[in-house]
């Protein structure tokens, strides 16, 4: 039984629009599109260590690690010296950068902030920076809701809520500095003493690995050099006893 015309043309409708709001669920906002929203507090991803210092001249920035990050914390519910009024119920700070440009961002509220259920907090931050209301659950309960190039991360801690901003392409550049560190420590180890450089003594036809003391007696003239004992054996040299 063949459907009829306009059966059909409702199920593609039907499907458009489905495809539709699936598209548009989707959060495509950049690092680039998010306003200074209140709940960042003045603080955005990119912006330097001279940035965050006119910010809080209290914030004190460790030495970067061999990777180029470098972590601090604010902390206006605890230090005196900082002015509360700035930063109502907000009890710390979390700043990650890298090469010295804050590349992730963790805002602690306590429990006087305006809002507190995880889902009045996740609608708050979505009105805020005007990014679609898709969170997906995290582990701890959290929430969270990837973007282009960042990403956000919702939960509870102290009986107040979290929201913490990622530089995806940041977590990125880490991620291969720690491979390529991993990959040049690998190539570094030192070999196995039997593919060490090989000393041989042309007139005893014996070879002597470069940690053995003898290979420094060999007289110039007689001395030869085999990249391993592989090469040597197959010259006809044998392992010198002193060296087993």
């Not at 701890?140 to 809520?161: H, W």
């Not at 014996?206 to 003391?213: A, D, R």
Request: charged share 25%; proline share 5%.
């Amino acid at each position: 039984m063949t459907t009829p015309y306009f059966v059909r043309i409702g199920i593609l409708l039907t499907i458009l629009v489905t495809l539709n709001a699936a598209i548009h669920a989707q959060c495509t906002q950049k690092i680039s599109d998010l306003p200074a929203a209140p709940e960042l507090l003045g603080f955005h991803l990119g912006m330097t260590k001279d940035d965050v210092k006119s910010k809080v001249p209290q914030t004190v920035f460790p030495r970067a690690d061999p990777f180029g990050v470098s972590k601090t914390t604010i902390n206006p519910y605890f230090d005196t010296t900082i002015d509360k009024a700035r930063f109502e119920n907000v009890r710390s700070i979390s700043l990650d950068l890298l090469d010295d440009r804050l590349t992730s961002l963790w805002i602690g509220f306590d429990e006087g902030f305006k809002v507190q259920a995880t889902d009045e907090f996740v609608k708050l931050i979505s009105q805020s920076l005007k990014i679609p209301n898709t969170w997906s659950a995290a582990r701890g309960r959290a929430l969270q809701l990837k973007c282009a190039d960042f990403q956000l991360v919702v939960s509870t801690i102290a009986g107040g809520p979290s929201l913490r901003v990622v530089d995806l392409n940041a977590e990125d550049v880490i991620a291969a500095r720690r491979q390529a560190k991993e990959e040049r420590e690998a190539g570094n180890e030192v070999a196995p003493a039997d593919e060490s450089e090989i000393v041989g003594d042309k007139q005893a036809k014996v070879y002597y690995l470069t940690s053995c003391p003898t290979a420094r007696e060999i007289l110039e003239s007689n001395k030869v050099i085999f990249k391993n004992s592989e090469e040597a054996e197959k010259a006809g040299f044998k392992l010198a006893k002193v060296c087993r």
